[in-house]
């Protein structure tokens, strides 16, 4: 099974669409950490946040907002009005804590496509 | 500040040739990272290590063999390439107290 479930392959919207894209974990450790990376159409990958498992709180930074809810194991990521340079893949991640060594593991990624 | 570094870039192979992969930081970290990335697969851990001299697999180890020698290096070799081992291949560290990665840029191998 896996750790990190993004169950949306590919979404499609048009210029200036909210876009929430889903990510659903699963861990037994109380102390984790979930990220959410960000590979444009260039190939490196960017990190957009990071959320401790402690730490409930949704976030927002500009157009990008988080919602974290431990209840249902989801941490999903929302564009406002959304831009065609938003298109890209984006993962999310989930860290660990057994033993200290946080393994970072990731979903299988969300292709978001933003047309003009 | 050059963060972490991938080399080579790109690379194709034959089947049953060997090459290493070298992952290189300037960031004093204590761990990194061997990830693959494959269609649909997301990123795969392949090996990592907590530590210079110290090194763990990963998700999808077999064929890969790491070290870590050096604080700053980490390496990834392939002993005897295979076609099912064509894929992008990155390399990532983090300091011990934060969790966030820093990516190389990825590597291109196509073994043929």
């Known amino acids: 099974a896996q750790k990190v479930t993004q169950a949306q392959t590919e979404i499609s919207v048009v210029e200036k669409e909210d876009v929430t894209l889903d990510c659903v974990y699963e861990t037994r450790d109380t102390t984790y950490y979930l990220f959410w990376y960000k590979q444009p159409p260039s190939g490196e990958l960017v990190f957009l946040i990071r959320?401790?498992?402690?730490?409930?709180q949704n976030e927002i930074s500009g157009r990008y907002s988080w919602n974290f809810q431990k209840s249902t194991s989801s941490f999903n990521f929302t564009i406002t009005a959304s831009q065609v340079v938003d298109s890209a893949v984006y993962f999310c991640a989930l860290s660990e804590g057994s033993g200290g060594s946080y393994i970072p593991t990731f979903g299988r990624g969300t292709s978001l496509i933003v047309h003009p | 500040n050059a963060g972490v570094t991938q080399t080579p870039k790109f690379r194709v192979l034959k089947t049953g040739q060997s090459m290493t992969l070298l992952c290189a930081q300037d960031?004093?970290?204590?761990?990194m990272y061997w990830y693959r990335q494959d269609p649909g697969m997301g990123l795969r851990l392949i090996h990592y290590?907590?530590?210079?001299?110290?090194?763990a697999k990963g998700e999808v180890p077999d064929g890969y063999n790491v070290s870590r020698l050096k604080k700053q290096n980490f390496l990834l070799g392939l002993e005897s390439a295979a076609p099912s081992q064509t894929s992008v291949y990155f390399c990532?560290?983090?300091?011990?107290?934060?969790?966030?990665?820093?990516f190389g840029s990825g590597t291109q191998l196509s073994v043929l």
């Open positions: 990532a560290s983090r300091d011990r107290r934060n969790e966030k990665l820093f």
């Open positions: 290590s907590v530590g210079e001299g110290t090194t």
């Open positions: 959320r401790n498992s402690f730490d409930e």
């Open positions: 960031m004093n970290h204590e761990y």
